[in-house]
């Protein structure tokens, strides 16, 4: 099983500022990488795909990159909206689906 | 619009059976696939396995094979989760969600609300 590894645990940020987080797998994905945020009580939503891609109606401030093993997820200028937790998830080997253990993104 | 509508909370002994759905709605349900993921209670997102409804072919994750089973009825366009003897551990929130439309390799880009499941004596 491919083991994914989200860092850090907890990233506090003031808004307006710079947010990167990042995604370590055990072994290649390719580009077949998702990014998820979600909030309290609510279910996951998709903001990247193809480890670079972003999803219908995800404002151009989350951008993605990397490939192969190393990934990471920015967000450009914090809004007080994107305060929340992140996962991403490999869907390039078998079992597929599998997510990291998630990044709490909380208000500095 | 795609929706995923999932059916209410739980609350069930130890033992017991369950199972929950998961409605589609606004595409065409038999041409994508249809996955599970827990999340239980404070803790993040595992995936559980995945049914392509045209066809009824059903993936496990190893972790949940055996443990519960995946279906589908094409017919109202419904996926469903279930339990044939819940435990403690199974105490969580179910959610639903739409995959890919030829591999199971692809991310999920809608999602049910959630079902909580909650199992206590």
């Known amino acids: 099983e491919t083991v994914m590894t989200q860092s850090p645990a907890t990233l506090s940020v003031s808004p307006g500022e710079r947010a990167t987080l990042s995604c370590r797998t055990s072994q290649s994905v390719s580009s077949n990488l998702a990014w998820y945020q979600q909030k309290p009580g609510q279910a996951p939503r998709l903001l990247i795909y193809?480890?670079?891609t972003r999803a219908t109606g995800i404002p151009a401030r989350f951008s993605g990159s990397g490939s192969g093993t190393e990934f990471t997820l920015t967000i450009s200028s914090l809004q007080s909206e994107d305060f929340a937790v992140y996962y991403c998830q490999q869907y390039n080997n078998w079992p597929p689906g599998t997510f990291g253990q998630g990044t709490k993104l909380e208000i500095k | 619009e795609v929706q995923l509508v999932q059916s209410g909370a739980e609350v069930k002994k130890p033992g017991e059976s369950l199972k929950i759905s998961c409605k589609g709605s606004g595409y065409s349900f038999t041409s994508y696939w249809i996955g599970w993921v827990r999340q239980m209670p404070g803790k993040g997102l595992e995936w559980m396995g995945i049914?392509?409804?045209?066809?009824?072919?059903?993936r496990y994750s190893p972790s949940f094979q055996g443990q519960v089973t995946i279906s589908a009825d094409k017919s109202i366009s419904t996926a469903y989760l279930q339990w044939s003897s819940l435990k403690a551990s199974d105490t969580a929130m179910y959610y639903c969600a739409r995959g890919g439309t030829g591999s199971y390799l692809a991310p999920s880009d809608y999602w049910g609300q959630g079902t909580l499941v909650t199992v206590s004596s």
């Open positions: 193809g480890a670079s």
């Open positions: 049914i392509y409804p045209g066809d009824s072919d059903s």
